[in-house]
């Protein structure tokens, strides 16, 4: 049996994002496996339930931190876990988010890295933080003993831009909660529906105050459209107004367009309402120019709703096949995909039916069990580094 310290830091607030369900999700499924392990968590703050305001509900014990080096979770992560982690006895050491304690020793240390959007895209972040995201990642992927990337393009990214050996890398693909994520019934539909004022037939696109994710593509596409296909079609995007991308900026585009009348958009929702919006939609569009992994794409599948996405970075990984590919920059290609599944029937059936497939190949407990294989692997190369 070894002792697992987990960095729980993600689920300090509600509003952890990706990376905070996908650490919640995990160790969901770590607790539910056969391990001989134990696993202990360690946070600067108290942890919630992802998008809730609900304790953390795990069977496992919690470290907090106290007083002022607890108030920065990466200056905590250098200092006052320290102690807790020689307390704790700890044999290997998991950063699922980019952090992990550089000074601290005599047990492995596995980190997740999840993407690197700062290196395609540089001008969306401000040069300060950029910089300091940098330095903060290659001391990460230097100091791990096996580095995790959910997908095999992040995997590249990680021996390309960290200098890291491929035999210390694993490839932990994430899961879908087939609880959460499935076609719910036709009443609940409507009822969600109604209550966010979205009109039937309807694409839908999220993130979309987000430059990578590109849905001023989307807009341009669906202006593409034959008056016939596109006089009925509402365009349903969700996501969190940025200082960058304000609504109105959105709308004003749109009505450059002239698609405005077609243009729903929603703040952030739960995932039982996304669910239901997923299941209802002609077609999930997410011509993102980039991602580490690319998990709305098997949200949609699972709900049964055909995708259509990028051709680059982990997306066809993700995607397997069973999405419509497009170049995201060009609303040429965009148009003629979102063209054939709103008019044909048979495509649309076709692609929901091997998305399905497909996405029941992606569980958490799957990744749960890739993540015992890297714990085990840093133990191993902890225990060499000693003799």
Not at 117 to 123: I, Q, S, T, V
Not at 307 to 333: C, F
């Amino acid at each position: 049996m070894a002792i697992i310290g987990i960095d729980a830091t993600a689920l300090s607030t509600s509003a952890s994002g990706g990376i905070g369900t996908s650490l919640y999700q995990t160790m969901r499924a770590l607790a539910e496996i056969d391990s001989p392990h134990r696993f202990i968590l360690y946070s600067s703050s108290p942890l919630v339930v992802p998008f809730s305001q609900r304790p953390l509900d795990l069977p496992w014990p919690a470290r907090l931190g106290s007083g002022p080096l607890a108030r920065g979770n990466i200056l905590w992560m250098q200092t006052g876990v320290n102690s807790l982690l020689a307390a704790d006895h700890i044999d290997v050491f998991w950063g699922p988010r980019h952090l992990l304690p550089f000074r601290a020793g005599g047990f492995g240390k596995v980190a997740t890295v999840h993407d690197f959007w700062d290196r395609y895209y540089p001008g969306q972040q401000p040069w300060l933080n950029r910089t300091a995201n940098r330095l903060l990642v290659a001391q990460v992927i230097a100091h791990a003993d096996v580095v995790v990337a959910p997908s095999a393009a992040t995997a590249r990214d990680v021996m390309r831009f960290g200098h890291s050996g491929p035999e210390s890398v694993h490839v932990v693909p994430w899961g879908v909660d087939p609880a959460v994520f499935r076609p719910p019934p036709s009443d609940l539909i409507t009822e969600v529906l109604q209550r966010f004022d979205v009109r039937r037939p309807y694409l839908l696109s999220l993130d979309v105050f987000n430059p990578r994710k590109n849905f001023s593509a989307v807009l341009e596409a669906v202006s593409r459209l034959p008056e016939g296909t596109r006089r009925s079609l509402t365009m349903v995007g969700i996501g969190r107004p940025r200082k960058t991308a304000s609504p109105a900026a959105l709308q004003a585009r749109a009505v450059a367009l002239g698609v405005q009348e077609h243009l729903r958009v929603l703040d952030d929702v739960g995932a039982e309402d996304l669910a239901a919006l997923y299941s209802e939609a002609l077609a999930f569009v997410y011509p993102s120019v980039y991602e580490g992994f690319g998990m709305p794409v098997l949200e949609a599948m699972a709900c049964g709703c055909p995708v259509i996405t990028g051709d680059r970075s982990s997306l066809p990984e993700v995607a397997g096949g069973a999405a419509m590919l497009v170049d995201p920059n060009s609303a040429d290609q965009l148009a003629q995909a979102i063209a054939v599944v709103v008019t044909d029937d048979r495509e649309r059936v076709h692609l929901a039916a091997a998305g399905s497939e497909h996405v029941s190949r992606f569980t958490w407990r799957r990744t749960a069990e890739g993540m015992i294989a890297a714990f085990e692997q840093a133990i191993t190369v902890c225990a060499h580094r000693e003799l």
